[in-house]
């Protein structure tokens, strides 16, 4: 059972990135799935989190407008679209499944670096 995220690397301010997290041994459906980011010398914070049937999906202000958060379930995926990156955006980016079977599960995180 486990999560694994893709789709990190480098990018130019204004410009996009989409971020996969792709699980294993589960139905990511089921369960209310998050990412969150963890730049350096700060604490990690919430990016988004999406309900269980994806109806709901709830952002972090700073994101708002620019980041976009969905279900794949033909993939047993969620996205995460990032829209007009800021240097600011900087961070590990780290999926995260909700007491998925008891366990909070968390992926290895990806890289997401915006040049100014």
């Known amino acids: 059972v486990q999560v694994k995220e893709s789709g990190g690397g480098l990018v130019q301010t204004g410009g996009s990135l989409r971020l996969s997290c792709t699980a294993s041994?589960?139905?990511?459906?089921?369960?209310?799935m998050s990412w969150y980011r963890q730049a350096p010398g700060k604490e990690r914070e919430l990016v988004a989190n999406i309900s269980r049937g994806g109806a709901v999906t709830r952002y972090a202000d700073s994101v708002k407008g620019r980041f976009f958060f969905y279900r794949d379930n033909e993939k047993n995926s969620v996205i995460l679209q990032m829209n007009n990156l800021k240097p600011e955006d900087t961070a590990v980016y780290y999926c995260?499944?909700?007491?998925?079977?008891?366990?909070?599960?968390w992926g290895q995180g990806t890289q997401v670096t915006v040049s100014s």
């Open positions: 995260h499944g909700d007491r998925v079977w008891g366990v909070d599960l």
């Open positions: 041994g589960f139905s990511s459906s089921g369960f209310v």
